[in-house]
């Protein structure tokens, strides 16, 4: 198990991109094909999951980008030092604030996550689970529609 969470913070940076640019291709593709006119209406679920997908897939981007920013096979005072930051150990927060810090011994830190990690990540997990939500509420109403649309109301002796 451990290994496969290590693998999946690794390639994690790597693979979202394309899942991201294909998740907005195929919503793309779906706003194009939609029948002009037709209005403002609420999104399908399908639409719904896209969105949760490429919401998703940039929030685990961006969380194992900020966890892998100051992951090196240095010591830390090397790994600082390529940072360009001063400090004698490295503190990491793999939790939400993602957070990695060279920290010297009076206590002060520099932050080796960049700025935008965090808040990509809460607003894409944010984002994913309206998404979700949205996806199941307009699964069931259109499961609610069908099925009173099928019953005629006529009771067949």
């Known amino acids: 198990m451990a290994v496969f969470l290590l693998l999946t913070l690794t390639f994690a940076p790597l693979v979202t991109p394309f899942v991201v640019a294909g998740a907005a291709l195929v919503l793309a593709k779906r706003a194009y094909d939609r029948e002009l006119g037709s209005g403002l209406r609420l999104p399908d679920a399908m639409s719904c999951v896209l969105v949760a997908v490429?919401?998703?897939?940039?929030?685990?981007?961006?969380?194992?980008?900020?966890?892998t920013s100051g992951f090196y096979i240095l010591d830390p005072d090397q790994m600082c030092a390529a940072a360009g930051a001063r400090g004698d150990h490295v503190?990491?927060?793999?939790?939400?604030?993602?957070?990695?810090?060279?920290?010297?011994?009076?206590?002060?830190?520099?932050?080796?996550?960049?700025?935008?990690?965090?808040?990509?990540?809460?607003?894409?997990?944010?984002?994913?689970?309206?998404?979700?939500?949205?996806?199941?509420?307009?699964?069931?109403?259109?499961?609610?529609?069908?099925?009173?649309?099928?019953?005629?109301?006529?009771?067949?002796?």
């Open 54 to 67: 490429l919401a998703g897939a940039a929030a685990l981007g961006a969380y194992a980008y900020g966890v």
């Open 91 to 157: 503190v990491t927060r793999p939790a939400l604030p993602v957070s990695v810090q060279c920290v010297t011994w009076k206590g002060e830190g520099t932050e080796l996550v960049p700025g935008w990690v965090n808040p990509v990540v809460y607003g894409g997990l944010a984002l994913c689970v309206l998404a979700l939500g949205t996806a199941v509420s307009s699964g069931l109403r259109r499961r609610t529609a069908q099925s009173s649309g099928s019953s005629t109301g006529a009771i067949s002796s």
